[in-house]
């Protein structure tokens, strides 16, 4: 059950990814890219930008410009930033919407890719062994435990591996952090010179 024991572990990886890394940056990151496929919401959030750039330009030529001697002017160009700030809100709005359905997907997603299939693996593979342990190498009540709840007697069960990755994991990462922080902090603090030998 090769792929059993990897399916488990791979799956522990990702959730631990999802819990370093946080479920709303990777909410925000899958927004970003979904917006760079041509859709109708990425149509919306260009013209959203656009609305949001002739907003702004449109106020800074009001700034510089006198509303007392160039009444005219002024009022034109008030009349323009409102109609382009109301547009903009009428587009920020129906994004938001947008993004709020995209993230309830998203989550959703996530959660069946992760937990949930840690779930379901659980119950669909309780009888079946991950892997035999070697005949005659552990006690009985050992084996009991590894086998635990549902496994048979000398293999070690699927909720005994979830333990097991979940650990090796979580283990590996903080090997993995500690070895890049003193890289790290061995590349950024300077090598002192050495002293010149004397002939």
Known sequence: MLPLIWTVFFIHVAIFLVNTIGAAT???????????????????ARDQNKMKREAVQLKREMNNTSSQDEFAKWAKLRR???????????????????KTSFDWIVKIARWLSTNGLKI???????????????????????E??????????GSVSVQVWNSVCAT???????????????????????VPATAKKTQ
């Open 80 to 98: 323009r930033h409102d109609k382009a700030m109301s547009d903009y809100e009428t587009l920020h709005k129906k994004l938001s919407s947008q």
């Open 144 to 153: 009991w435990i590894l086998s635990f709840p549902r496994a048979p007697q």
């Open 26 to 44: 990777i909410d925000n990151l899958l927004w970003v890219l979904f917006l760079k496929i041509p859709t109708s919401m990425s149509q919306t």
């Open 168 to 190: 090796a994991v979580t283990v590996i990462a903080e090997i993995l952090t500690a070895v890049f922080l003193q890289m790290r902090q061995r590349i950024a603090t300077p």
């Open 120 to 142: 379901f693996v659980q119950f669909r593979y309780s009888k079946t062994p991950v892997f035999p342990l070697p005949g005659g190498w552990f006690p009985y009540y050992i």
